[in-house]
T-cell receptor, first 112, second 112 residues
Framework: SQTIHQWPATLVQPVGSPLSLECTVE??????LYWYRQAAGRGLQLLFY??????ISSEVPQNLSASRPQDRQFILSSKKLLLSDSGFYLC???????????FGPGTRLLVL | GNSVTQMEGPVTLSEEAFLTINCTYT??????LFWYVQYPGEGLQLLLK?????DKGSNKGFEATYRKETTSFHLEKGSVQVSDSAVYFC???????????FGTGTSLTVIP
């Protein structure tokens, strides 16, 4: 069966510090991968998606970036965090386009 | 545009009450539709889905019928339990299949 992992589960970072969140998927190959952000009391905002290694599509301009160095690894990064980057970050995968998306447990980020 | 609109919460119900959470969508064509549930502090879990018009998705006592005439996918449950307290998200898949469009979420609290 397929599983999706995210770490860390919780992170507290000062403004201006770098960020690296990791997401890995097991039990499948060549998945589509997604990063979402959920701000407090709000819905989900798609940040990035990837259909293959090294292929990243950005949905919202911001100070975040994403990379996919391996087939089942998706990383969300920032060089300098802003207060507004606080939120709940969710990684998801789907088997190809048009498939159901399955979500990881999320990372709660607090920028102080 | 292409979007998902769901009823605003929060919704508070007594145990064993009937639940309806409205969801409507706009799209060209008939995209697959989904309901996800997010329990406190967790990621999203797929609750049910429908892939074509007139399909009914069901799971854990929840049901939703894909109605193309009204472009709706309302979530219903005949008798809610305290354990159903969560945030519910309606979603549809994009025409390209690479993205999901989520509603803003509806918070449900069931009191004993």
């Amino acid at each position: 069966s397929q599983t999706i992992h995210q770490w860390p589960a919780t992170l507290v970072q000062p403004v201006g510090s770098p960020l690296s969140l990791e997401c890995t998927v097991e039990g499948t190959s060549n998945p589509n991968l997604y990063w979402y952000r959920q701000a407090a009391g709000r819905g989900l905002q798609l940040l990035f998606y990837s259909v293959g290694i090294g292929q990243i599509s950005s949905e919202v301009p911001q100070n975040l970036s994403a990379s996919r160095p391996q087939d089942r690894q998706f990383i969300l990064s920032s060089k300098k965090l802003l207060l507004s980057d606080s939120g709940f970050y969710l990684c998801a995968w789907s088997q190809g386009s048009g498939g159901t998306q399955y979500f990881g447990p999320g990372t709660r980020l607090l920028v102080l | 545009g292409n979007s998902v609109t769901q009823m605003e919460g929060p919704v508070t119900l007594s145990e064993e009450a009937f639940l309806t959470i409205n969801c409507t969508y706009t799209a060209t064509g008939y995209p697959s539709l989904f309901w996800y549930v997010q329990y406190p502090g967790e990621g999203l879990q797929l609750l049910l889905k429908a892939t074509k018009a007139d399909d009914k998705g069901s799971n854990k006592g929840f049901e939703a019928t894909y109605r193309k005439e009204t472009t709706s996918f309302h979530l219903e449950k005949g008798s809610v339990q305290v354990s159903d307290s969560a945030v519910y998200f309606c979603a549809r898949i994009s025409n390209t299949g690479n993205q999901f469009y989520f509603g803003t979420g509806t918070s449900l609290t069931v009191i004993p």
